[in-house]
């Protein structure tokens, strides 16, 4: 079992930055792949970003592909999304979840993944 913990969201403007912490625990942080995922209101939850258990692969949604950077500290068990350049749009509720990898594959499907945090919630005003 792997109990992953977020922090970081809240409130800011359009253009402004926010980093995303997700604490994990429970097993061998190492031998899993990481994603960030989010949802909005009314819709449903989608892919953001998303990184291999050495953290030497990343890969990213479109819509977040030179704003967002997705990075891991295996020493700490934590892996982060920093986010800059935020809009309306990112508004949403953001979690990180767990797969258990193998190699250095990368995930982005909901279904890949094992486990999930509880979220925190992250809001952009215009």
């Known amino acids: 079992q792997v109990q992953l913990v977020e922090s970081g969201g809240g409130s800011v403007q359009a253009g402004g930055s926010l980093r995303l912490s997700c604490a994990a625990s429970?097993?061998?942080?190492?031998?899993?792949?990481m994603g960030w995922f989010r949802q909005a209101p009314g819709k449903e939850r989608e892919f953001v970003a998303a990184?291999?258990?050495?953290?030497?692969?990343?890969y990213y949604a479109d819509f977040v592909k030179g704003r967002f950077t997705i990075s891991r500290d295996n020493a700490k068990n934590t892996v982060y999304l920093q986010m800059r350049s935020l809009k309306p749009e990112d508004t949403a509720v953001y979690y990180c979840?767990?797969?258990?990898?193998?190699?250095?594959?990368?995930?982005?499907?909901?279904?890949?993944?094992?486990?999930w945090g509880q979220g925190t919630q992250v809001t952009v005003s215009s």
């Open positions: 429970g097993r061998t942080f190492s031998n899993y792949a």
């Open positions: 990184i291999s258990r050495s953290g030497g692969v990343t």
């Open positions: 979840a767990a797969a258990r990898g193998n190699g250095e594959r990368y995930y982005y499907r909901n279904n890949e993944y094992d486990y």
